[in-house]
């Protein structure tokens, strides 16, 4: 029994001291940044101010003294406070991040010396779901001197005006789902090396020529939801031999002119599913499916009459399968692939 009950003991302690291992040193004591929160592992140690009741609370938290024993975090994070509206410079004091998460909160203001302190760590800021209306309160932000920073998401703000962001280290930029309208071919020129961007969900009515043709590493393009209805010779070109993927779903695109895309991109996904095409231009798609391209074009208006017939029943000698590189519906409701080329052979 007795045995039993110091079993029991020694159980609960061990796990009582588990439990506080993780706010433990390193991190600061658990009085002096409440209602901050620290949690650790074996490499990481992140801060959580999700509860902090407004903007003086939190700059006082990193202001207290005596200073905290590491100044370097893996990760701050602030979700769903509708206190902080501004983070003012000098907020965060001598504290580095490598990572700033700020999600669906009242965040309406970010001064850039906010954040300027962690310039040579921060890699990632995420802070979709905000009221932010200018990203670092500035139309052209210069991020030169943020050497790791790769990663922004401001997916859901209040953003109008284009961020014409300057950073040759940004990879990845989620601007969807703001007020934007927008984008002149200049915005983009000075994050030549982005692998990702999501500019979908911004009003775009229309898409100029030159606005991602000098990215020579993207793989994602995401221009879905958006108002689009032409896409103009030349418009996606793109010069990236790893381009995977661009998405135009859900516009209201009836043209796509011969040339709007390169044929230099194998394999390809173009998604244009959810628009108004009502022909299949032999001069716009027979170049790129014969470059690798596959062709995503459900619920669209197709006819599906002879401007068809090159793909359904090419030519003798013609061995490319134009059907098999497109998943597309006619408006009668019928498939491509359940098209009948004798049909074609013989009507058209
Ligand atoms: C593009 O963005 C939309 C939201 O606007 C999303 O639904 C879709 O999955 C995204 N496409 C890709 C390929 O990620």
Avoid at 118 to 136: A, C, D, P, W, Y
Avoid at 151 to 162: A, D, H, M, R, S
């Amino acid at each position: 029994m007795i045995q039993h009950a110091v079993f029991l003991f020694a159980t609960g302690a061990a796990l009582l001291g588990f439990c506080e291992a993780s706010s433990a040193f390193p991190c600061p004591p658990e009085g002096q940044i409440l209602p901050c929160v620290c949690s650790l592992t074996d490499d990481t140690m992140e801060l959580d101010c999700s509860a902090v009741q407004d903007e003086t609370q939190l700059k006082e938290i990193f202001h207290t003294t005596p200073p905290f024993p590491f100044t370097h975090f893996t990760k701050f994070v602030m979700d769903n406070n509708q206190h902080v509206v501004k983070l003012e410079n000098g907020v965060f004091n001598y504290i580095t991040f490598d990572e700033i998460w700020i999600t669906n909160g009242a965040l309406k203001e970010m001064e850039q010396g906010s954040v300027e302190q962690s310039k040579g760590t921060l890699t990632k800021m995420v802070l979709h779901g905000n009221q932010i209306e200018r990203f670092l309160m500035e139309d052209e932000p210069d991020m030169t001197a943020f050497i790791a920073f790769e990663f922004l998401n401001l997916n859901g703000n209040q953003v109008k005006v284009f961020p014409d962001i300057k950073s040759t280290t940004l990879k990845t930029f989620y601007i969807n789902h703001n007020p934007i309208t927008l984008i002149h071919n200049e915005n983009l020129f000075r994050v030549p090396n982005l692998e990702d961007i999501d500019i979908s969900d911004i009003g775009l009515i229309i898409l100029e020529t030159k606005l991602l043709s000098n990215h020579k590493k993207l793989q994602h393009i995401n221009l879905s939801n958006n108002k689009l209805s032409i896409i103009q010779n030349t418009a996606l070109i793109i010069q990236s031999p790893d381009l995977k993927d661009i998405d135009l779903s859900n516009n209201i695109i009836d043209d796509v002119e011969p040339g709007a895309f390169d044929t230099n991109n194998n394999g390809l996904t173009l998604n244009l599913e959810k628009n108004l095409l009502y022909t299949l231009n032999e001069d716009t798609w027979k170049p790129l499916i014969q470059a690798g391209v596959y062709l995503k074009l459900s619920d669209n208006a197709f006819g599906c009459g002879c401007d068809m017939k090159w793909a359904v029943a090419p030519p003798a000698g013609d061995n490319t399968d134009y059907i098999s590189a497109m998943d597309g519906t006619c408006s009668s409701g019928n498939s491509f692939s359940s098209l009948d080329p004798d049909w074609y052979t013989n009507f058209c």
